[in-house]
């Protein structure tokens, strides 16, 4: 199963490697996430739904709505 962390990164011609450097963590914990291995922790996918400009909810599978919600102040 491809986890929409693989798509994404995919998408944005980015390494697995770069995607660990942006959000602070190791190659290793990066990638079991993006093959489904480990939970991402919530603040890892809001790293990324804020790189990617999408919703935690796309990232989780929760939606396929690509877009991320309006930010409330």
């Given at each position: 199963?491809?986890t929409?962390?693989?798509e994404?990164?995919?998408?944005n011609?980015?390494?697995?490697?770069?995607?660990?450097k942006?959000a602070?963590i190791?190659?290793?914990?990066?990638?079991?996430?993006?093959?489904?291995?480990?939970i991402i922790?919530?603040?890892?996918?809001?790293?990324?739904?804020?790189?990617?400009?999408?919703?935690?909810?796309?990232?989780?599978?929760?939606?396929?709505?690509?877009?991320?919600?309006?930010r409330?102040?």
């Amino acid at each position: 199963m491809v986890t929409r962390l693989r798509e994404l990164r995919e998408d944005n011609d980015l390494t697995q490697t770069q995607c660990s450097k942006i959000a602070f963590i190791s190659k290793n914990s990066y990638i079991r996430y993006e093959k489904g291995e480990r939970i991402i922790p919530l603040d890892v996918a809001a790293m990324f739904a804020r790189y990617y400009n999408v919703s935690i909810d796309y990232i989780a599978n929760l939606t396929n709505d690509i877009k991320p919600y309006k930010r409330i102040n």
